[in-house]
């Protein structure tokens, strides 16, 4: 069975730090992993999505890395913002399902 | 509209209270899916559809909960008899066949 998790579970960082976020899997057979935002009462706005043939997926100041073989997927944050605040989850997609398994997300404070 | 939209964004139930949850997907997804979010975790998986045909109800709870997409458009989550455990938000996302999924702004519900 696929468990997805998060480490840390929580963050809190002075602004215009550059930080990781980590995301481990137990079954490397994925064929995508998604990282999304989620603000306090929202939904999910989708981040990043790596296929499994990729290694990394880049948008503005955030780059995502995906490691199959180990089990892998680092979401890079950099230089910081106050706005960037949120709970941050990973989720992978399995070849032979249409579900996403979700890791319980990282909550991040980026303090002014 | 440009997203997915749920209704209501807000339930209230009182304890053995039918409850129907409203999903409005994007536009043209062929598949739509149901998630479960406790607080403080990742959302769960309940459900899957594929145009109208349910695929996937391997998440549901119990058989309290019945979701339906007769016309391949808008779906409906139904939570019979509510219990306490059941306070949670449920999520509705749709996508393209395996591509990235759009989640919505979800549905607390709070049965008390």
């Known amino acids: 069975k696929q468990e997805v998790t998060q480490i840390p579970a929580a963050l809190s960082v002075p602004e215009g730090e550059n930080l990781v976020l980590n995301c481990s899997f137990t079954?490397?057979?994925?064929?995508?992993l998604q990282w999304f935002r989620q603000d306090p009462g929202k939904g999910l706005t989708s981040l990043l999505l790596?296929?499994?043939?990729?290694r990394e997926q880049t948008s503005g100041r955030l780059n995502a890395s995906l490691d199959k073989s180990s089990g892998r997927s680092t979401l890079y944050i950099a230089a910081s913002q106050p706005g960037d605040s949120a709970t941050y989850l990973c989720?992978?997609?399995?070849?032979?399902?249409?579900?996403?398994?979700f890791g319980s997300g990282t909550r991040l404070l980026v303090r002014p | 509209g440009a997203g997915v939209s749920q209704s209501p964004r807000y339930k209230v139930a009182k304890r053995g209270q039918d409850v129907a949850l409203r999903c409005d997907p994007i536009?043209?997804?062929?598949?739509l899916f149901w998630y479960q979010q406790a607080l403080g975790q990742g959302p769960e998986f309940l459900t899957y559809?594929?145009?109208?045909?349910?695929?996937?109800k391997s998440g549901l709870p119990s058989d309290r909960f019945f979701a339906e997409r007769p016309e391949g458009s808008v779906s409906t989550l139904k939570i019979q008899r509510t219990q306490q455990e059941d306070s949670a938000v449920y999520l509705c996302?749709?996508?393209?066949?395996?591509?990235?999924?759009?989640f919505g702004q979800g549905t607390r519900l709070t049965v008390v």
């Open positions: 536009s043209g997804h062929v598949s």
């Open positions: 989720a992978v997609k399995k070849d032979s399902s249409y579900k996403l398994i």
């Open positions: 079954d490397s057979a994925i064929y995508n």
């Open positions: 996302a749709s996508s393209i066949r395996q591509a990235e999924a759009f």
């Open positions: 559809f594929q145009n109208e045909a349910q695929l996937d």
């Open positions: 790596i296929q499994s043939s990729q």
